[in-house]
């Protein structure tokens, strides 16, 4: 495959040693997957259906949507993740249809071949607006007229307001300091060795991520906040733990969750977009 623009040795080398396949449940991202999950059924076409799954790591959605009666396939560039889905698969009721290691920027799939995309990870890493587009485009060659695209991104403002939860930004130094690069140009560059301050990566505006998603040609383009605020309780995961709160939690989110003074906030934006079915 063809190597994203940018450092992404250094990508590669961070999910290699991270363990990205128990992230979601862990501190605050249980919500993280929650939210993606509800909002991904509301769009989501019924089943059965095909969903192609790009940097879908080891797994976590594309198997649920597999248990539900989809047919996903899933790629990812890193060769850990690849291997972890493929182990999961052995494992589970309904299988994938496909695992292989890939870009999102040239899916391996025929022009209108299938009902939806999940893009929950590539535009992290592509720093240059014409490699997102590039994917963008790819999801849109895929799907068939009135396919959905799931495009999620890391909000422009997510190492200042988890730095803050954390006190991070006020208590380290170097953190601050590619927290000011991120604010000023959206580019996290960790020039250090320490996997605290994540890897290369491009955080965007909620804005700019639905002017991209339009750019790529799809309609009814939405930017929903994913956590919203409430990622900053300090008493999250007791919280969570209850149903009656977690519940509470979620109505009030989607209360807010495209409220414009609240997505950029967000650790997390989920852009929800339709081909249109002219082609």
């Not at 190597?3 to 128990?22: K, L, T």
């Not at 592509?126 to 790819?138: F, G, N, Q, T, V």
């Not at 890391?154 to 307001?161: D, T």
């Amino acid at each position: 495959m063809s190597e994203p623009s940018g450092p992404f040795s250094d990508v590669r080398a961070y999910y290699e040693a991270y363990d990205e396949a128990g992230r979601l449940g862990v501190d605050y991202f249980p919500l993280e997957r929650a939210r993606t999950e509800e909002l991904i059924r509301r769009f989501l076409a019924p089943a059965p259906a095909v969903v192609v799954d790009a940097g879908g790591a080891a797994g976590a959605y594309a198997y649920p949507l597999a248990a539900a009666g989809y047919d996903v396939h899933l790629l990812d560039p890193v060769a850990k993740h690849v291997r972890q889905a493929r182990e999961a698969s052995a494992l589970h009721p309904r299988p994938l249809c496909s695992i292989r290691e890939g870009d999102a920027r040239a899916l391996p799939f025929g022009d209108a071949s299938v009902d939806a995309v999940l893009m929950l990870g590539p535009l992290y890493h592509l720093p240059e607006r014409e490699d997102r587009l590039l994917a963008l485009r790819e999801a849109r060659r895929v799907l068939r007229a009135g396919g959905r695209l799931f495009a999620a991104a890391i909000s422009r403002f997510a190492s200042l307001v988890d730095g803050l939860r954390s006190g991070a930004v006020l208590d380290d130094p170097v953190f601050a300091r590619i927290v000011e690069g991120d604010l000023r140009e959206g580019r996290h560059r960790n020039d250090t060795d320490n996997p605290r301050y994540f890897t290369s990566a491009y955080f965007h505006r909620p804005e700019d991520l639905q002017s991209e998603v339009v750019g790529a040609g799809f309609e009814d383009a939405t930017v929903f906040a994913v956590e919203g605020p409430a990622f900053a309780l300090s008493d999250f995961e007791a919280r969570w733990a209850r149903p009656a709160e977690r519940e509470a939690l979620l109505r009030f989110l989607r209360s807010v969750e495209t409220e414009p003074a609240l997505v950029g906030a967000s650790p997390h934006l989920l852009a929800c977009a339709r081909r249109a079915d002219g082609g």
